[in-house]
Structures are given as C-alpha cells and as structure tokens.
C-alpha cells in the first residue's frame, strides 16, 4: 500500500500546478496534524483553529483552493461542515462528561458567497432539554460579513 501511495503522489507532483502543490501540502499537513495530536483529521486539514472570546467560542478556518467549489468561491458543504462544527463542539462542552450530543438536524442559510481570507464560525445555546439541544451558529467571512446562519438540533445521550 505506501509504495501505491508513494507512486500516486509522485504522479501528482509530477503534473501539479502551484495551487495543485499547495492544496496537497494542505491536506498532508492536516495528516501529520492529526498524527501528532490525535485530533480529527478534518480539522487539520482545513486548518482549524479554535478560540474563546468572552465566553463565545469561535472556530476559524483558511479560505484555499482546497474549500473552494468549481466558481472559486467556499463549497457550502464546507461552510455547513464548520457551523455544524462549532454548534456540535459548544453542544458537547455543555454537557457533563458522561454524556454527548450528536446532530439530528441542521439548517443552515446561505446569505452571501464565501469569499476573503478566512471564515469564522460561532455559536449559541437557544434551548437546553434533557434529551435534546437546539444551537444557532453563524459563518463570518473576514471583512465581517454574515455568509451563514444555522440552527441545529441535538440529541442527547448517555454515553
């Protein structure tokens, strides 16, 4: 298997572009990323970060090649991916340890194309039940403006 692997990069460094070379750096470095600290490989390859301000969690990702659809702008199942993200993280660190919270539906509208430098997604508890969460999370592009708004319902289980 490494020597079909070895085979098939070096086919396509042979025949990458600059962009085709970045994106591939991207995603090996999410690889080694996720080697290095066991966090989901996703994360590392979007380049992830994470952050808290005044008790909002953020999550912020790199806009590249690699997010982009064929109109060169972010793919919104990338956009989707990261707002389920951010609601489904702030869902699980509300709960006590013994318990998560899993995705059972998610909306998300878009209002404006993914464009810039980065986005970053944030997110806040509507409603806390005992079985299940509802969560809103917004996608922010660099100069501020709003390209997602989403809810998400969670359900709840003893782990």
């Known amino acids: 298997m490494k020597e079909d692997l ?9 025949y ?18 996720k080697q290095e600290d066991g966090g989901p490989l996703l994360g590392g390859v979007f380049g992830m970060e994470w952050g808290e301000e005044d008790e909002t969690l953020t999550l912020t990702i790199p806009i ?14 990338i956009t989707a991916t990261i707002v389920d993200t951010i609601m489904g993280t702030l869902a699980n ?16 509208h ?8 980065e986005l970053t997604a944030t997110a806040q508890i ?9 969560v809103e999370g917004k996608v922010i592009r660099s100069d ?4 997602a708004h989403s809810t998400g319902s969670f359900f709840i289980f003893k782990k």
């Open 93 to 108: 660190r509300v709960l006590p340890s013994e318990y998560g919270a899993v995705t059972t539906n998610l909306n998300v």
């Open 144 to 147: 501020g403006k709003v390209i």
């Open 126 to 134: 509507l409603h806390h039940g005992t079985t299940t969460m509802v």
């Open 110 to 117: 878009y209002l404006a194309p993914g464009t810039g430098g």
């Open 64 to 77: 590249t090649p690699l997010t982009h659809n064929s109109l060169g702008i972010v793919h919104g199942g």
């Open 6 to 14: 070895a085979k098939l990069l070096n086919e396509c460094m042979e």
């Open 16 to 33: 990458a572009s600059v962009e085709d070379l970045n994106s591939l750096g991207q995603m090996l470095a999410g690889m080694r990323k």
